[in-house]
């Protein structure tokens, strides 16, 4: 897989074998010092529930939603969906990261209001991330007292 040279004296050469890596460190291009296997554990994709699911957004506002796994090994790609429908990078008002993480609403409009799902897949699993969605006039929340 590859060799990295350690201060000039040493050699790091790593080698891919049934079940892990085999890593090697030689001290001139024949003698092995050490030899240690590596394996490399994978981890599907997880999400901690503390953001809000539930988004109340002001008409002509912006907002943004988060979807950044709290672990995922490999690191996992994330798909956002809006009402069942796939969303692009670039739709009409709305913006996701190159990363995929964050999907940003601007000049929020009321067929902005909906289901906003993302979905966190790696080689392992994936787990999915609601948004319930909701679009609002300044004025249909405010309430009178007299």
Same mark, same amino acid.
């Given at each position: 897989?590859?060799?990295?040279?350690?201060?000039?004296?040493?050699?790091?050469?790593?080698?891919?074998?049934?079940?892990?890596?085999?890593?090697?460190? =030689?001290?001139?291009?024949?003698?092995? %010092?050490?030899? =240690?296997?590596?394996?490399?554990?994978?981890?599907?994709?997880?999400?901690?529930?503390?953001?809000?699911?539930?988004?109340? #957004?002001?008409?002509?506002?912006?907002?943004? %939603?988060?979807?950044?796994?709290?672990?995922?090994?490999? %690191?996992?790609?994330?798909?956002?969906?809006?009402? /069942?429908?796939? %969303?692009?990078?670039?739709?009409?008002?709305?913006?996701?990261?190159?990363?995929?993480?964050?999907?940003?609403?601007?000049?929020?409009?009321?067929?902005?209001? /909906?289901?906003?799902?993302?979905?966190?897949?790696?080689? #392992?699993?994936?787990?999915?991330?609601?948004?319930?969605?909701?679009?609002?006039?300044?004025?249909?929340?405010?309430?009178?007292?007299?």
């Amino acid at each position: 897989m590859g060799t990295i040279l350690l201060k000039e004296l040493f050699t790091f050469h790593l080698h891919s074998s049934e079940g892990g890596v085999d890593a090697f460190i =030689f001290l001139d291009n024949s003698t092995v %010092l050490f030899k =240690f296997d590596v394996f490399l554990q994978t981890v599907p994709p997880t999400f901690n529930d503390d953001s809000p699911r539930n988004v109340s #957004v002001v008409l002509d506002d912006v907002t943004e %939603l988060e979807c950044a796994p709290k672990l995922s090994v490999p %690191l996992a790609t994330i798909t956002w969906y809006k009402n /069942g429908r796939r %969303l692009q990078r670039y739709e009409t008002n709305s913006f996701i990261s190159s990363d995929g993480t964050r999907l940003q609403i601007r000049n929020a409009q009321l067929q902005d209001t /909906g289901v906003y799902t993302c979905v966190a897949r790696n080689l #392992v699993g994936n787990s999915t991330k609601i948004f319930n969605i909701e679009i609002y006039s300044k004025l249909s929340k405010i309430s009178y007292v007299f």
